[in-house]
């Protein structure tokens, strides 16, 4: 069973910052890549930053400089440390792999940015 479950939203004043977690009860190790992906309201989920098995990493144009994600195999952890955050980040932020799974999609965390 490899659903995640992210945890670490919550509201945050621009230019502040958020460390996201999920985690599963399954195994991320033979996830070749793995990403954080996020919605806001009214727009299509986006891959924003995924981290491949050797540590190759790739951020969406917005968030470069500022996210930083990372993957711990043996605990079956992936995080994304959010800094200076803007109101444009606020959206559910949700963990899957890359290409994404239907099965691993988990319920999201919450991330509002605003003053």
């Known amino acids: 069973q490899v659903q995640f479950l992210e945890s670490g939203g919550g509201l945050v004043q621009p230019g502040g910052s958020l460390r996201l977690s999920c985690t599963t009860a399954g195994s991320i190790s033979f996830m070749s890549r793995v990403g954080w992906y996020r919605q806001a309201p009214g727009k299509q989920r986006e891959l924003v930053a995924s981290?491949?098995?050797?540590?190759?990493?790739t951020y969406a144009d917005g968030v470069k400089g500022r996210f930083t994600i990372s993957r711990d195999n043996a605990k079956k952890t992936v995080h994304l440390q959010m800094n200076s955050l803007k109101p444009e980040d606020t959206a559910v932020y949700y963990c899957n792999a890359v290409p994404t799974q239907n099965d691993y999609w988990g319920q999201g965390t919450q991330v509002t940015v605003s003053s």
């Open positions: 981290r491949t098995s050797t540590g190759l990493t």
